[in-house]
């Protein structure tokens, strides 16, 4: 059985750091592609980041948060700095076998449990 184990969320002040931590158990995704989505309270889910051998972001986290990866350990890793309160959501990891980017969460085969961050003003 496939586990997303997702850590690190909490609350921080704006202008603030964060850093959430991905773990996968139960298979490799060394050669896939590992994401975080987010989804705040009344809005859809939304991409954040993803990578396979490069990097891709939202334009919104876009120069703040930084997405790496460690292979050794199966698990994605997510900074988040210079924190705003619109960052405010539950914090989702997902993974697909294949390296394939997509930014549509419905392209994705395991998911993680979510992480709240929450951001104040």
């Known amino acids: 059985q496939v586990q997303l184990v997702e850590s690190g969320g909490g609350l921080v002040q704006a202008g603030g750091s964060l850093r959430l931590s991905c773990a996968a158990f139960?298979?490799?995704?060394?050669?896939?592609?590992m994401s975080w989505f987010r989804q705040a309270p009344g809005k859809e889910r939304e991409f954040v980041a993803a990578?396979?051998?490069?990097?891709y972001y939202a334009d919104s986290v876009k120069d703040r948060f930084t997405i790496s990866r460690d292979n050794a350990k199966n698990t994605v890793y997510l900074q988040m700095n210079s924190l705003k309160p619109e960052d405010t959501a539950v914090y989702y990891c997902?993974?697909?076998?294949?390296?394939?980017?997509?930014?549509?969460?419905?392209?994705?085969?395991?998911w993680g449990q979510g992480t709240q961050v929450t951001v104040s003003s």
């Open positions: 997902a993974a697909r076998p294949d390296a394939t980017y997509s930014r549509n969460y419905q392209g994705y085969d395991y």
């Open positions: 990578v396979t051998w490069r990097e």
């Open positions: 139960g298979r490799t995704f060394s050669s896939g592609i």
